[in-house]
């Protein structure tokens, strides 16, 4: 199985220090998807943060490949998240490797923005992109590895869909991604000189894996 190593430094460092999470669910660890999973709707929390009744599903097609690694939560000032570790490789015409992450989110005292970001590689006809929808009628969505984020009016309560499909057309080419991402800011909002730019550097590291994996390919 595909391990991400740097990825495990980056949760040791901003992991280590989660703490004011709620009294009614335990602070997240590092852990696989099926533990992630059988917390149910207890689910677990990052800072003001908790992620409920989590499910992760992956379908393959044409060769298609999905291995899931485990769950890093982590915090950059005033954002709070978990990263999804994985590897995914579709390679061959007509290949697909897809997968579907759903669960509540909540914070304290409301939510007011929602980051999304995945690393990976594609070439020739290969495509990576993962669509989010959230249960306030917000949608992101990314069509190549990359961060984006939204804004909305602060609720307290989220459910949260996403989609993060690799494919290959009828021409030669390969996708390939190792990370999936989602974080969320609570109300006042972010920490001047943390947040998002931390979040985005962080991204930068996870796309660095995603190109030790394609060297791995080549």
């Keep these: ?12 460092m901003i992991a280590s220090s989660i703490s004011a999470a709620p009294a009614w669910s335990a602070a997240c660890v590092q852990g696989s998807v ?9 689910g677990c929390s990052v ?17 298609g490949q999905v291995n899931l690694n485990d769950f890093f939560p982590f915090m950059f000032g005033n954002e709070f998240g978990l990263t999804l570790g994985y590897s ?5 015409a007509n290949a697909t490797a897809d ?25 020739g006809s290969g495509h990576a992109t993962v669509s989010e929808v959230l249960s306030n009628g917000i949608t992101l969505s990314l069509n190549a590895p990359g961060s ?4 909305f009016d602060p609720i307290s309560l989220l459910h949260v869909l996403k989609d993060q499909i690799d494919f290959v057309g009828l021409t030669e080419g390969f996708a390939t991604t190792s990370a999936l991402t989602n974080a969320f800011s609570v109300v006042p909002g972010p920490i001047v000189g943390a947040g998002l730019p931390g ?6 590291g996870m796309i660095g894996l995603a190109r030790r994996r394609r060297q791995q390919i080549g």
């Design 99 to 123: 997968i579907k992450w759903e669960y509540n989110v909540t914070g304290v005292p409301a939510i007011n923005d929602a980051f999304l970001a995945f690393a990976g590689n594609t070439s």
């Design 88 to 92: 995914a490789l579709a390679q061959t």
């Design 47 to 63: 800072g003001p943060i908790t992620f409920s009744s989590i499910s992760v599903t992956t379908t393959t097609s044409n060769g």
């Design 34 to 42: 099926a533990s992630y999973i059988a917390l149910g709707a207890t």
């Design 199 to 204: 979040l985005v550097l962080a991204c930068g």
């Design 1 to 12: 199985m595909f391990r991400v190593p740097a990825l495990v430094g980056v949760a040791t």
């Design 148 to 151: 984006t984020t939204a804004t």
